[in-house]
């Protein structure tokens, strides 16, 4: 059965961006062969990440990230199953708030909110992270 997992959690510093690269670069290496794609966000010291697949294959995925000490206090905003994948172009496509154009980075604050420092706050509910993470996915990300 085809399902998505959609989880936030809070990142344990130190985190920069050769460790963002590093778990991009296991994911290329881990997700196709288990049919997994997907986006990871990072913003504000949290992740969002979403992940569709084999629902087998996803919980085996869930579980290793539950032991990844590089984040805490995981929280499932949705697991679901799915007709067919919103999420397909990436193995896992990484997003890191201060690659996004500051256009990108307006438009989305002003639609999902954003914190007192005027960071934009990654949604808890499922609609809106799912709505967030298409937004990403679909945008030019890289600033000029
Ligand atoms: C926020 C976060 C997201 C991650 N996403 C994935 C992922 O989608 N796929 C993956 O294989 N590893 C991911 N990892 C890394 C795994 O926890 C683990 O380190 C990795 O799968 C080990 O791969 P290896 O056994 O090939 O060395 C992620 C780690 C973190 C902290």
Request: glycine fraction near 6%; charge should be negative; charged fraction near 20%.
């Amino acid at each position: 059965m085809l399902c998505r997992l959609i989880y936030r959690s809070t990142v344990v510093p130190p985190f920069d961006f050769d460790d963002l690269r590093s778990i991009l670069a296991a994911s290329e290496r881990n997700n196709p062969p288990q049919g997994i794609t997907g986006v990871l966000m990072t913003a504000s010291m949290q992740f969002l990440q979403v992940m569709e697949g084999p629902s087998d294959n996803i919980n085996e995925l869930y579980r290793t990230l539950q032991r990844d000490t590089g984040h805490e206090h995981l929280r499932l905003v949705e697991f679901t199953a799915i007709q067919q994948r919103l999420f397909d172009g990436w193995a896992m496509r990484g997003v890191h708030r201060r690659l996004m154009s500051d256009e990108l980075t307006t438009f989305l604050t002003k639609k999902y909110g954003s914190d007192e420092s005027g960071h934009l706050t990654l949604p808890s509910t499922a609609f809106l992270a799912t709505s967030l993470l298409f937004d990403v996915a679909n945008t030019d990300i890289i600033g000029t």
